[in-house]
């Protein structure tokens, strides 16, 4: 089973940039895409960002335009760019592989690991 590793999380002023990186002890190609998510205190787990195995990214409308993912396969490492934060984006931060099954993606399991937590100061 391939292990996930978050890390790069921290404390940053709004307006201020942080790039999460997510390490995977084998391929991420056993996943079929790669996705980042967030937790606020209080609050549900929410989606971030997904980048399939080809390439193409996806994200919500709350992080559109100020969020990248990447990914280096010759690594098993995948990206996530933060730009322009904001005191709203606080949350601890997790990596997870999807599965693609029936028109959408999915967590490939129920295991959430520790996360990076990252705190946006106003």
């Known amino acids: 089973q391939v292990q996930l590793v978050e890390s790069g999380g921290g404390l940053v002023q709004a307006g201020g940039s942080l790039r999460l990186s997510c390490a995977a002890s084998?391929?991420?190609?056993?996943?079929?895409?790669m996705g980042w998510f967030r937790q606020a205190p209080g609050k549900q787990r929410e989606f971030v960002a997904r980048i399939t195995n080809g390439g193409w990214p996806n994200y919500p409308d709350s992080v559109k335009g100020r969020f990248t993912i990447s990914r280096d396969n010759a690594k098993n490492t995948v990206y996530l760019q933060m730009d322009s934060l904001k005191p709203e984006d606080t949350a601890v931060y997790y990596c997870?592989?999807?599965?693609?099954?029936?028109?959408?993606?999915?967590?490939?399991?129920?295991?959430w690991g520790q996360g990076t937590q990252v705190t946006v100061s106003s």
């Open positions: 084998g391929s991420i190609f056993s996943f079929n895409a």
């Open positions: 997870k592989g999807l599965t693609y099954s029936g028109g959408s993606y999915y967590p490939s399991d129920d295991y």
